[in-house]
Each structure stands twice: as structure tokens, then as C-alpha cells.
């Protein structure tokens, strides 16, 4: 299973200003894909912090997905960092001008050095075009670099995807149970041992002061997770399952 | 200025099935005690990797923040994990008995062995007492050991931010601009250079098809941010501020 490492690059995300929302969309996507997420990090608009964490994330995860920092302000770092990161030149290239130009009225006589920062991309990567803004991300080696802000960072993943091979994916059922997590838990151990191969999370809820717990199987095999479905169900002899 | 990171443990995060919220609380928190958040890290139900990792920002940074792991289940290794960590012995507590006994409609009697594992504490570890449950977290060394449920996440961070130092608050003010980020970048970066030591960041929003930039100003000393703050209310001329 080719394996994931998402990096969130924002102050405003430590700072608590903003909730991301990036992972969370990208993850649900990844497993889909069959592919596994890791790691999530969220780190500083730092160079040097940048750096060091692509570079870490790069050599031991198959994809690295960043988010953030490609704008046109000053406060903006993550294309430069990368490129030193990969020891690549950063540059304002034509195709990454064509693109932001038809973004506006009067095309390229618009892109202003503030737009035109948003044109440099390393040497050799390839691009990640949007539809909403039109400045475009980019992939260097197996890092692909989004924006920060939500729409465009989801419509920059959904150009991505297409390209992305599927492996088998991880499927997933939930039993839905009325009681506390406590009485149940050591059932839930033996089901734990016996299906080693599954994973099984248990996850407690209260609902207007009703305490139940959620199990989560997954697995890539539909049958055998049907299978021990059943057998929970039987066991836990719940009528309310989803 | 004090530093620190949190750690955000499991599994239902990194599939996407649920969304984090723990860490926005914390950060909100910390940037009002003056706390530096340097990373937020998401990461699996995993021994070793939950062992590594707090190790890692333990000896990195001045505190360190878990959520996550510490419930009744099989799945839940977060305790077991941190106190070989710091290779201390984790062992069922009488005061950690006491706690989750209160909970209980018969106290004791109504201990079974999955709830003891709650009560499962590395010695010498600081209980972090909750009203929302009765299952406590722990302090051990530098890091504090919090549930991943909110409702008790946010009840255990307001157990321990009393006995927390504050430090100088990092303040904030928005300036609210409707106008592309990329017409005013270039004055903003001025800005930046001119006072180095005041964080400018800028995000970018869109807002019914309003395109505008917020720009948050961060420093410890109100007056700078108010200097600051009016130099470029004139500048940018904009009346929408907040």
C-alpha cells in the first residue's frame, strides 16, 4: 500500500485563526485511493522549518501533499522553500504565466510583480492547474504543492486525483451501539484478536445524554468485513446499525 | 517565549472520519497564555510511533499536548505508550480508582476490568481530573496526556491552563481590505520589512463574489499594534475594519 504525508503550512493555522479543513478533505479522498495516510503536520510559514520537513516527508512517504503559502504576499514561502529544498532553480515560467493571465480582464498586461510571483515555479515541475483562481500549484519529485485556501486547494486536489492510480481501497462498515464503551470494550478486545487483520476503532458517542460507541471495521476485503459485521452484530444484538 | 506542540493520536483522523477540532481549541488557548505553538502533529494508534513521536517534541519543545487513546478499549494504547516513552512503570492508581468510582452509580463495585484501564496511570504522573467523564488524563514530565472526545478535551484543558504561568499574550488586530491580494501585496511586503519585528499575515476571502484580504497583525505590545494598525488604515484607506 503506497503510503501519505500531508504538511499544512500556515501561522494562522497555530495561531487557532483558522480551522483547517484541508486534511480532513484530502484524507477522505486518500482513502478512497487505497492510499495511506501517515502523517498530518502542521508547521510554521518558516524556510528553514519548510524545508527540513518536505525533505523528511519526501524520502520516507510515497506522496507528500502540501497546503499553503503560494500566494502573491510576502508572508508566502512555500514554492521558494521547496525549490531549495530540491536544490532547483525557482522561476517565473511562461506556462505558469499563460495560466494566471486568463485570469484576468486584460491578460497578462494585468500581472502586476505581486501577481507575477505567483508564476514561479521550479524548474522542471509540473503544474497543478485550478479553476477558481488560476494560479497554478505544482508537483516536484513526489510533492504536490496546493493552496491554502479551501476552494482552491479542493479543486487542485480534484485535478490531482485523476491522475493518481487507485490501489484496493480500504472499505469500511459501522455498527452503531446504545451502550457505554466500558461495557462492551472486552468483546470488542477478543473480536480485536481474533480478526487481527482488521482494524477495528471504537468510538464513543453521546446523543442528548444517550452514551453509545461506534466500531469502525476496515479492510479491503468486502466479504470478511460483512462477515465479522454480522458476527458483532449477532453478539452485540443491537437493532440500530448504519 | 515558551513553546509547544501538540499531538493528535488516531486513526479516525488520518481515514478522515473524523474532523479535529482539539487542536484549534488548544491553539486558541495558547496564543492567550503567550504560548508558542510550533507543530500540531496527527498521527496513528501506533506504540511505537505515539512512543517516538512524544519523545521527539518532548525533549524538543517546553510543553507538549496529547489528545487522544486513553479510553477503554483495545485501541486505546496512548497511556501504555507514553509511560514506556519515559520507561516508567504504568500501573492501576488508587487515585485514579477513586475518580472513576465517583462516576459510577455503585462506585467500585461497578469497576470492571475494561474501566480499570482507565484508571491505569505511569507512576508518579499528575492526574488532569474531568467533570464530563471521571476518567482522568495525565501530566508526565512535560506532557499532558488528554482525551480525544472535545467535550473532554476542552474540560481537561481548562483543568490544567489554571496552573499554567501566563506569559506576554502575542495580541492581534485585523485589518479587513476589499481588494485582490495581489494589488496590495507589494505595500504589504514594505510593511513587513519596516517592521520586522511585527507578524503581518494575509488571507486572502471571497465573500459572494467579493474578493478582499484580512490582515493580522500580531505582536506582545498593544501600542506598536496600534501604530502599525492606523499607519495602514490611512494607507490602504479602506473604511471595512474590524
Do not use: W
Amino acid at each position: 500500500m503506497k503510503t501519505a504525508s500531508i504538511i499544512i503550512i500556515g501561522n494562522e493555522i497555530l495561531s487557532g485563526r483558522t480551522q483547517d479543513t484541508n486534511s480532513n478533505y484530502l484524507a477522505k479522498i486518500l482513502v478512497e485511493k487505497g492510499i495511506s495516510l501517515e502523517e498530518v503536520r502542521v508547521i510554521p510559514d518558516d524556510h528553514s522549518i519548510i524545508e527540513s520537513v518536505v525533505n523528511n516527508e519526501s524520502t520516507a512517504k510515497d506522496y507528500v501533499f502540501t497546503s499553503g503559502g503560494i500566494g502573491p504576499t510576502h508572508d508566502d514561502i512555500t514554492a521558494e522553500a521547496i525549490a531549495n529544498c530540491f536544490d532547483t532553480p525557482l522561476v517565473i515560467r511562461d506556462d505558469a504565466v499563460e495560466l494566471l493571465a486568463m485570469n484576468y480582464k486584460n491578460g497578462k498586461k494585468d500581472l502586476n510583480a505581486a501577481r507575477l510571483r505567483m508564476a514561479r515555479i521550479p524548474e522542471g515541475a509540473k503544474l497543478i492547474k485550478n479553476k477558481i483562481s488560476g494560479a497554478p500549484g505544482f508537483i516536484i519529485k513526489n510533492v504536490f504543492v496546493m493552496a491554502g485556501v479551501p476552494k482552491i486547494f479542493e479543486a487542485m486536489v480534484q485535478e490531482i486525483i485523476l491522475d493518481m492510480k487507485s490501489a484496493t481501497p480500504v472499505l469500511s462498515k459501522t455498527l452503531k451501539i446504545y451502550k457505554k464503551e466500558s461495557e462492551i470494550s472486552e468483546r470488542l478486545r477478543n473480536y480485536a484478536d481474533k480478526y487481527k487483520d482488521i482494524s477495528i476503532g471504537s468510538y464513543p458517542f453521546e446523543n442528548s445524554g444517550l452514551f453509545g460507541v461506534e466500531i469502525v471495521l476496515r479492510h479491503t476485503d468486502l466479504r470478511l468485513l460483512n462477515k465479522v459485521f454480522n458476527e458483532m452484530l449477532g453478539d452485540f444484538n443491537e437493532p440500530n446499525t448504519s
